[in-house]
């Protein structure tokens, strides 16, 4: 088993007064050689945007960008069309392939919205862009891991061009939950949104994060009420 272990406090942070924004990989100015990415996993981005304010439109091209409100609304509009709203419980995914614009600012003009940003590179280029956006409201098992995400447009929760799995957990203390990978020469990174969760003999607080390679299955342990996101992607991009 190889680990790699991400404390809440050591992330890049950049507040840009409107945007507070923590990085747990390198991103725009802050760059750590030894936090570039993990496997497919490339972007993980914990956002709190102030009311009313926004990121203007912009372009992303060959990603696979996956948007998980925690807290508010968040309006998204793309050069394909889309008008949409996300809240707490829903999903988003947007296939950038040969090129998109998109612009992401907070609907509410008395409350910030707080999201995570992930980008996953994509096991092709150049494909036609897409979004998607569904509820996860009925996929929630509480005290189980719970599937958001997968390579198959057939299964549970949205789909990106990537073997990639993500799943979440509503874990009440003491409760322990096994996941077994599903690919070979894959690898899981865990991040805490709340609560404290011991895995691979690390404990865990709010917005810890922890990579894990080289194993199967992994257990993860509950110290106290505590919400998680789990992503198995491939360790070789």
Known sequence: MKTVLHRADTRGHANHGWLDSYHTFSF??????????????????????????????????????????????????DSMDNVAIIREGDVQVMSAGKGVFHS???????????????????????????????SIRDLYRKDELYQILSPKADDDGVWIHQDAWFHMGDLSRGTTVNYKLK?????????VLEGGLNVADHELTRRDGIGIEGVNEIELSASSDAKVLLMEVPMNV
Not at 30 to 36: F, K, Q, S, T
Not at 53 to 72: A, W
Not at 123 to 134: A, C, F, L
Request: aromatic share 12%; no cysteine; net charge negative.
């Open 28 to 77: 725009a100015n802050y760059y750590d050689p030894e936090r570039v990415h993990f496997g497919a996993l490339r972007v993980l981005n914990d956002d709190t945007v102030n009311p009313a304010m926004g990121f203007g439109k912009h372009p992303h091209e060959n990603m696979e960008i996956i948007s998980i409100p925690l807290e508010g609304d968040l309006e998204h509009k």
């Open 104 to 134: 992401e600012f907070n609907k509410n003009k008395d409350k910030q919205v707080k999201f995570l940003q992930i980008w996953v590179f994509p096991n092709k280029n150049n494909v036609k862009p897409r979004y998607d956006q569904i």
């Open 183 to 191: 690919g070979d020469n894959h690898g899981v990174y865990l991040f």
